[in-house]
């Protein structure tokens, strides 16, 4: 299982990184959707993968007896799922507004910020 | 100490925001909620900073879930000192949208907006647990996405589509980082984290996550060569943009750096050696960037990036003396920088261009108000007893104790462009012939504008001159609350006590 | 999309998805979902509507814009948040109250933070989809 993830999560950071290169404004969008979906499979992974018992003390017991999972990592998947849920709209909503007005995806045809005002 | 109420400056700005949205359709009650606002916030902030000078480090646990197990807040001078900046950019920037912001963009959300990013920073400066930080860091840059794109101009979207891609990409990076550290030490509290690293025998591993912690904050601070969306973006917003995001969105990134490698990986020499070069290059590379440049605002943006290297070398030189230097300059840069970007504005209100060649004759037209912008501008050079003076100051001793000839060099090379920078902006925009220009249909020019946005706008600049006069002739004080901060972030002892409890 | 299957059960499946989306955030507190899951899956609602009958029929069964629902349950969250400052206590402490509800179950401020966050995700994701499909 582990060295399955570490594979995965190699190709998603190289496509993710070969993608971000292109010059095509969908392109890199793409790119970084798929180097975020690296960086939470790589905080699963880093997090320890058990099969253990939910992280839940009995009503006897002072501490957690046996091996468990830990929770903290799908909590921060989670909040990492959501936060890129709500960067990446925005970032396709803005990919869209500009190619309307500036009427081309490639990156290297957007110069106007350099131009001298 | 315990103070449930140390999250106050986050909460109260979020109500803000909150209380913004509301009132989404009457943009004058806008204005004033968001000016109201953000008094109360600066109020708020100064009573954090004298708590925490009375009474020490002052944490707030979320929810009640002791450290490290919840989500701790910390608020330690370093800390309330920048929510207390934060809040002084805030209340100006506001003062400065009700003068210079169009109806257009705010009802669009202008204001609300504003107020969240303000909320993020405070959140970032506040928090003690890295995926807080990261959570906050999402917070800042979510909104400063919308303001950058907010009436979406072409130059605008091609900045904020620059702007946009490295700082997902910064995101990634930190991202990645937080997971290695949390595979490494199984913790997310920054004090805990500062206990756990220095366990890990696997030395080389913590030192690749420290660079990539280094790559990741180096792109939202704007460092050597990680800081090209800087220039490219900046200069595209409206001016009340620019000055917020130039005082306090890069100087979030220097903050990250300076808590994370004091507390949490103490520097070796490796990792000195690589901030060193990066912050000597980052002063030479911004510094000439500046020089090359025509509009007043790229020569901003430049120059920001070169005083990111100051502070840069004040934690490569990791002395208390040189980090002392480093925070002064924070203190000067957040309260300039963000003056300046203002002055931009006013300038391009009057004259309607940002161009250096195009303007002229400001001093003979309006000699008192080139007497306001001298005081921002004299202060970045550090002209003694000016503020930008006393942080170089601390730096150059901290790094000729040191013995860091070459640093030393560059700093003084860094001042030396500033000054011949702003030397030539001074002769270009204020003393040269005034010539013609042609009056543009879409720009409403300073004098069309209703007294009580004239009065606004002025009102800012001058508020910020004044403070920053008052950080130059009262450098004495300044000083002691850099050097207090300074020797917690050498001897992070207190912090890690007052946050675990042991 | 034309088919005649998906039109009309999607008119059934409106009610039902968001039915359903109250049910999970209501169960949140005890088992797997919550106000995150329930929102999305109320937009989910509105988003197979919009698919079978087109955007603006969807937009005329919101009637008000779906941005408002944004202030709204922030406010909700925001007073569920920090209710416990007022008594002292840190911010973010579940209250609780002392009797369980019917149904419901313990009613504490968890439960509007949750609701806050159900009307913020509904709020924010329609907008998304309204604007994207703006001129498409």
């Known amino acids: 299982m582990e060295l399955l993830l570490v594979i995965i999560i190699g190709l998603l950071y190289a496509a993710g990184i070969y993608m971000m290169l292109r010059r095509s404004l969908v392109k890199l969008i793409i790119g970084l959707i798929l180097l975020g979906n690296g960086a939470n499979l790589l905080i699963f992974l880093l997090g320890k993968i058990v099969k253990g018992k939910p992280p839940i003390i009995g009503p006897n017991e002072k501490m957690l007896g046996e091996i468990y999972a830990d929770p903290v990592p799908q909590a921060l998947i989670l909040t990492a799922i959501v936060i890129s849920f709500g960067l990446q709209a925005f970032a396709i909503i803005l990919i869209k507004r500009a190619y309307k007005v500036v009427k081309t995806d490639d990156l290297d045809e957007m110069y106007a910020t350099d131009e001298d005002l | 100490m315990s103070n449930p109420y140390i999250v106050l400056p986050v909460i109260f700005q979020l109500f803000v925001a909150v209380t913004l949205m509301f009132s989404w359709t009457n943009k004058n009650l806008q204005k004033l909620i968001s000016v109201v606002g953000s008094l109360i916030a600066l109020l708020i902030s100064i009573l954090l900073l004298i708590k925490v000078n009375q009474e020490g480090i002052q944490t707030m646990q979320a929810g009640g879930w002791i450290a490290p197990f919840g989500i701790t807040f910390v608020a330690d001078t370093f800390s309330a000192l920048l929510v207390l900046l934060t809040a002084i950019s805030g209340l100006a920037v506001s003062v400065f949208s009700v003068g210079s912001i169009r109806n257009a963009r705010v009802r669009f959300g202008y204001f609300p907006i504003l107020h969240l990013l303000i909320m993020g920073l405070s959140g970032a400066f506040l928090t003690g647990d890295i995926f807080n930080l990261y959570v906050w860091f999402e917070i800042i840059i979510i909104s400063s996405f919308v303001l950058i794109t907010i009436g979406g101009e072409k130059a605008q979207l091609e900045g904020a589509i620059k702007y946009v891609a490295m700082n997902l990409l910064a995101s990634v990076v930190f991202l990645t980082a937080i997971a290695i550290l949390y595979g490494l030490t199984g913790s997310l509290n920054m004090a805990d984290l500062s206990l756990q690293v220095a366990k890990v025998e696997n030395r080389g591993l913590v030192n690749v996550t420290a660079i990539l912690f280094l790559v990741g904050f180096g792109i939202k601070s704007a460092v050597f060569p990680l800081y090209f969306w800087l220039p490219a973006s900046y200069h595209t917003p409206p001016p009340a943009i620019s000055a917020i995001f130039g005082g306090l969105l890069t100087k979030v990134g220097v903050y990250a750096m300076l808590r994370v490698f004091t507390l949490i990986f103490v520097p070796d020499t490796f990792l000195t050696t690589v901030i060193t070069v990066m912050a000597m290059l980052t002063i030479f590379s911004g510094g000439v960037g500046a020089l090359m440049q025509n509009n007043i605002r790229k020569v901003f943006s430049y120059l920001i990036i070169c005083h990111i290297g100051f502070m840069l070398a004040g934690l490569g030189i990791y002395s208390t003396l040189a980090l002392a230097g480093a925070v002064f300059y924070l203190v000067h840069d957040i309260v300039v920088k963000t003056n300046l970007f203002m002055v931009s504005g006013l300038v391009f209100k009057i004259k309607g261009t940002y161009s250096m060649r195009l303007l002229g004759g400001f001093y003979k037209e309006q000699p008192l108000m080139s007497l306001l912008m001298a005081i921002p501008l004299f202060s970045l050079v550090g002209i003694p007893p000016l503020s930008g003076f006393w942080g170089k100051l601390l730096l150059i001793q901290g790094a000729m104790n040191s013995s860091n000839i070459l640093l030393i060099g560059f700093i003084l090379l860094g001042s030396f462009l500033t000054l011949f920078i702003i030397a030539k902006l001074w002769s270009e925009v204020f003393w040269k012939d005034p010539q013609v220009l042609p009056k543009k ?51 992070p002892s207190a912090y890690i006590q007052a946050v675990l409890g042991t | 999309m034309k088919t005649i299957i998906f039109k009309s059960a999607s008119v059934y499946l409106l009610p039902l998805l968001l039915l359903f989306s109250v049910f999970i955030l209501l169960r949140g507190h005890y088992l797997p979902g919550g106000g995150f899951v329930g929102g999305l899956m109320a937009s989910i609602a509105f988003v197979i509507h919009s698919f079978a009958n087109g955007v603006e029929n969807t937009k005329n069964i919101v009637k008000f814009h779906p941005g408002f629902l944004m202030p709204v349950g922030l406010a909700l969250a925001l007073l569920a948040g920090s209710l416990p400052l007022f008594t002292g206590e840190t911010f973010m402490t579940g209250l609780w109250m002392d009797q369980p509800v019917p149904v419901i179950g313990t009613v504490g401020t968890a439960l509007f933070f949750d609701t806050g966050v159900y009307l913020v995700v509904i709020g924010v994701t329609l907008t998304i989809i309204f604007t994207i499909s703006e001129g498409l």
Do not use: C, Q
């Open chain 2, 441 to 491: 249909e879409h720009i409403k020019y300073f004098d069309e504008l209703k007294p009580l946005k004239k009065r606004a706008m002025l009102a800012s600049v001058v508020f910020l001159s004044i403070l920053s006069l008052g950080i130059g002739f009262g450098a004495e004080w300044v000083m002691r609350i850099a050097m207090t901060v300074a020797g917690n972030l050498m001897d």
